[in-house]
């Protein structure tokens, strides 16, 4: 069974960085795609980016590209999400996410964690 725990959320003011990681267990994960979406009070959720476990490549929403970045870790099958130069627009609950396959464009995910919580003060 897929298991999903992600941590690392918290307060931070606007500028400022955090790093989540997201702890994957129950299977191996190199022919899967993970991905960090994220749900801000009364909005859709939407995504962040993703990375391919194997190959390494990324993909990322506009938002966020050039400040957020996703790597992960074989040895601790753990994906993190760097997130610098935070702005208050990023306050959300951010998901971690699996899916098989290779693509890092397709935003169809069968596996979700639980969320972890970001807010940051203007």
């Known amino acids: 069974q897929v298991q999903l725990v992600e941590s690392g959320g918290g307060l931070v003011q606007a500028g400022g960085s955090l790093r989540l990681s997201c702890a994957a267990s129950?299977?191996?994960?190199?022919?899967?795609?993970m991905g960090w979406f994220r749900q801000a009070p009364g909005k859709e959720r939407e995504f962040v980016g993703a990375i391919n476990w194997s190959a390494g490549n990324t993909n990322y929403a506009d938002s966020v590209r050039g400040r957020f970045t996703i790597s992960r870790d074989n040895a601790k099958n753990t994906v993190y999400l760097q997130m610098n130069s935070l702005r208050a627009e990023d306050t959300a609950v951010y998901y971690c996410?699996?899916?098989?396959?290779?693509?890092?464009?397709?935003?169809?995910?069968?596996?979700w964690g639980q969320g972890t919580q970001v807010a940051v003060s203007s």
């Open positions: 129950g299977r191996t994960f190199t022919s899967y795609v």
């Open positions: 996410a699996a899916r098989s396959g290779s693509s890092v464009y397709l935003r169809e995910y069968q596996y």
